[in-house]
């Protein structure tokens, strides 16, 4: 009897686990026949079955929260579409495209009869719908919020009629089906660049918008072809689309408040990434071009066709079935030397080729907008440094370092001149540049994008404070500049004594440091380990530099192997320079000697290597060309030596990398003179 009882328990057992496994498994598959995606993502028409005329809509286009859902006549226009998103669990989202709010139930009302309106986004059930097929084709869209329908009140076949939501009764003002609208995509038909819209029916008929305005809704009309411009586009392509953007606002040509209307109004707007602003650019098979939106794959139209000044662009269907496509064809030109970005991005001095120590400055160092624009000495203050970035298209904006603000054409002026001042950027015409080489190869000129006239020093003045503006170009050496990155630094020895770091440093005068190890082989710098240490200490680039007492060389060789026995276990971003300027009475070969053997245990020992001289030196004692090119040349030449830059730099035209400029510099943090030197990277 114990037997069977056991054997029964055991049977009941397996059974009852035979029961659940078999419930889990159908449990699976019922889920996967009423959870499956019944509507593959995409913008969709949602078309009653109570009359295939009607669609669902949103009241007047409106995009405020409320706004009722009705049914109307399908007019092909975007608050009648619909983008549906599967969320899983057979439960989807609709949301308008005209106004970027989802379909929901009132109040999320669980009461039958609760009305549908429209509501910003907010991941509840009440915007949550089942969509459920049936066996007509059609479709139920059933509330998670309540389990109620979708229906159209008391089956109102008219405009207007009401949406709520009821219990299921098999009505046909319950069913819907949904219908895909695909939209069309491009592909690359031409180059990203600037261009020039022509009409085909008149080539010298050209896209422009109305008075050169940069608001927005400024007109996209047709004018005749000025050159200037409010008449040329950046055309860019991505993903399949691309962007018109005007090169005098900005802007973006734009399908007017993103209707799909036949006739709807085209002007410019700001950027927004929206599908009113993307477009599929084809080529037909006489050669135009025809420029589609993608919002409805209606075509970019002259209207009308007319050939006079100031005719509309709008939208409109493909008129090719009527003959009357020419208006719907254009001629794109490719605006050549306007594409390339001439310059790496990057900070820069823009320093005058009448006088290399005079540089581009803003009045006092002001931040507000509107403040003039000058040349004055170069004093490595942030006022006199500009950020050159690359927009595309050989075109860049140029923004003052310590304003934050872009350098910028008035755009009142004469036909020869106009002012520049500094304005906050908003990527008008009048705050771009174009940057050419000039016929000497190390200067460059700047052009004004709003009025292709050349940035040019005032009469040609060297003075500080003189004006500056751009100018018809005269080849004038006023309206050529160096574009240099220029690091400014100094060298330093006991002769400074114990320098305060942590004040120099506060002040961010300084870009590099070279600090004296020593002279000749016995003599080490009193001061080196701990200018050393306190330059690490504050992330201040490192060089060094040795100064010289061999008379030949073997003992230069000895200096090099001191020196390098000396640095062990240091680094140094900058080389280590060979200071020679005590050998007036050496012959040139054993100098040259002496310089190269340094040279090579220098670098032997991994260090960079480089050498100190004077001008004079550089320029009758050591033959540079002799001189390995790794090699850096560190040249002193003061002028004036009063702790200022040099008017006319150090007039010495050969090979260098710093420049020491003065031995009389002043600088926070140290007591009296410290000698000051500029790092160019010329571009």
């Not at 022509?198 to 608001?215: C, G, M, Q, R």
């Not at 370092?401 to 520049?420: H, M, P, Q």
């Amino acid at each position: 009897m114990k037997v069977l009882t056991k054997f029964i328990i055991l049977f009941c057992f397996i059974f009852f686990q035979i029961l659940c496994i078999s419930y889990v498994s159908n449990s699976k598959v019922y889920a996967s026949i009423f959870n499956t995606q019944e509507i593959e993502n995409g913008i969709y028409e949602i078309e009653a079955k109570i009359s295939n005329s009607k669609v669902l809509d949103v009241s007047e286009a409106s995009n405020k929260n409320g706004a009722n859902i009705q049914i109307w006549d399908r007019c092909n226009v975007l608050q009648q579409r619909y983008k549906i998103t599967y969320l899983g669990n057979g439960y989807y989202t609709l949301k308008s495209v005209k106004t970027g709010k989802m379909i929901d139930v009132a109040y999320a009302s669980m009461e039958k009869g609760a009305n549908v309106w429209q509501y910003e986004e907010n991941n509840t059930d009440a915007q949550k719908w089942k969509i459920e097929k049936q066996s007509d084709g059609y479709f139920y869209l059933i509330s998670k919020c309540n389990g109620y329908v979708l229906t159209i009140t008391n089956s109102y076949k008219d405009n207007g009629g009401n949406i709520e939501v009821n219990e299921k009764r098999n009505l046909d003002s319950q069913k819907f089906v949904f219908r895909k609208i695909e939209q069309i995509k491009g592909k690359r038909e031409v180059e990203d660049g600037i261009y020039i819209i022509s009409t085909a029916f008149n080539p010298n008929k050209v896209l422009d918008i109305s008075e050169a305005s940069k608001l927005n809704k400024g007109n996209l009309q047709i004018w005749d072809n000025s050159n200037v411009p409010q008449q040329k586009f950046f055309i860019k392509f991505e993903n399949g689309y691309y962007t018109l953007k005007n090169l005098n606002s900005g802007k973006m040509v734009d399908v007017s408040y993103g209707d799909i209307q036949k006739g709807t109004n085209v002007w410019q707007y700001e950027d927004n990434n929206t599908d009113a602003q993307k477009w599929v650019i084809t080529k037909t098979k006489d050669g135009y071009y025809n420029i589609i939106s993608k919002l409805s794959g209606i075509y970019l139209d002259v209207s009308g066709g007319k050939e006079v000044n100031g005719t509309n662009i709008q939208m409109n269907v493909n008129l090719s079935y009527k003959g009357e496509d020419i208006r719907q064809k254009f001629i794109l030109k490719k605006q050549e030397n306007e594409t390339s970005g001439i310059i790496k991005n990057g900070v820069y001095e823009i320093v005058t080729k009448n006088a290399s120590n005079m540089v581009v400055d803003v009045l006092n160092g002001l931040k507000e907008d509107g403040v003039n624009v000058q040349i004055w000495a170069d004093s490595n203050v942030t006022q006199q440094k500009f950020e050159f970035t690359h927009i595309g298209e050989g075109l860049y904006k140029i923004i003052c370092k310590r304003s934050g603000k872009a350098l910028t054409v008035d755009e009142i002026g004469t036909n020869y001149y106009s002012n520049v001042y500094q304005n906050t950027y908003i990527g008008t015409s009048n705050q771009l540049w174009k940057i050419v080489k000039s016929n000497e190869n190390e200067y460059y000129n700047l052009i004004s994008c709003f009025n292709e006239k050349y940035l040019s020093i005032e009469n040609a003045k060297t003075d500080n404070g003189t004006n500056v503006r751009v100018y018809t170009n005269i080849n004038a050496n006023s309206q050529k500049f160096s574009l240099e990155q220029r690091s400014y630094g100094i060298d330093v020895s006991h002769w400074q004594n114990e320098i305060d770091f942590k004040t120099l440093d506060s002040y961010k005068k300084i870009d590099f440091i070279i600090i004296r190890a020593g002279q000749g082989t016995t003599l080490k710098d009193r001061q080196f380990e701990r200018n050393y240490s306190e330059a690490k200490k504050y992330n201040i680039p490192t060089g060094v530099y040795l100064y010289a007492k061999a008379r030949n060389v073997e003992e230069a060789r000895k200096e090099a192997t001191t020196l390098v026995n000396n640095l062990k276990g240091k680094t140094f971003e900058l080389p280590i320079y060979y200071d020679v300027e005590e050998h007036e009475d050496l012959d040139n070969t054993t100098i040259m000697q002496m310089v190269v053997e340094f040279y090579k245990i220098i670098k032997l020992a991994r260090f960079k290597p480089g050498l100190y001289a004077s001008k004079y030196y550089l320029m009758y004692k050591i033959d540079l060309a002799k001189i390995p090119l790794d090699c850096s040349i560190w040249v002193a030449s003061y002028g004036k030596n009063d702790g200022s830059v040099p008017k006319d730099t150090y007039k010495y035209y050969g090979r260098f990398d710093i420049w020491q400029y003065t031995s009389t510099g002043k600088m926070p943090g140290i007591v009296g003179d410290v000698d000051c030197n500029i790092i160019y990277k010329k571009n």
